[in-house]
Nanobody, 125 residues
Framework: QVQLVESGGGLVQAGGSLRLSCAASGRTFSPYGIGWFRQAPGKEREFVAAIGWSGSRTNYADSVKGRFTISRDNAKNTASLQMISLKPEDTAVYYC??????????????????WGQGTQVTVSS
């Protein structure tokens, strides 16, 4: 199996930026599709962004399109989520997840078998 560890969360003012990282260990990273999800207090975990194994296919939630960018570096076994123009409603715990087969950028959280522990992102108004 693959182990995932997120980092890069923190407190930022509205309009600011953060870059989240997801480091993978265990099995080879490249066959997996990677997704980012988030969960705010009292809400269900929701899809944010996903990227296929090759990096050429991505998918985003409508709420983050144009503000968030997902990327991956298979040589370094890492994935990233660059977030700009952050809003208070982006406040949540952000999770990295891995799915196989990983050709397509999957939006359904039930298709992801491996999850990190999450990193807190707080956007103040």
């Amino acid at each position: 199996q693959v182990q995932l560890v997120e980092s890069g969360g923190g407190l930022v003012q509205a309009g600011g930026s953060l870059r989240l990282s997801c480091a993978a260990s265990g099995r080879t990273f490249s066959p997996y599709g990677i997704g980012w999800f988030r969960q705010a207090p009292g809400k269900e975990r929701e899809f944010v962004a996903a990227i296929g194994w090759s990096g050429s296919r991505t998918n985003y939630a409508d709420s983050v399109k144009g503000r968030f960018t997902i990327s991956r570096d298979n040589a370094k076994n890492t994935a990233s989520l660059q977030m700009i123009s952050l809003k208070p409603e982006d406040t949540a715990v952000y999770y990295c997840a891995a799915a196989t087969p990983g050709l397509l950028p999957l939006m359904n959280r039930d298709q992801y078998a491996y999850w990190g522990q999450g990193t807190q992102v707080t956007v103040s108004s």
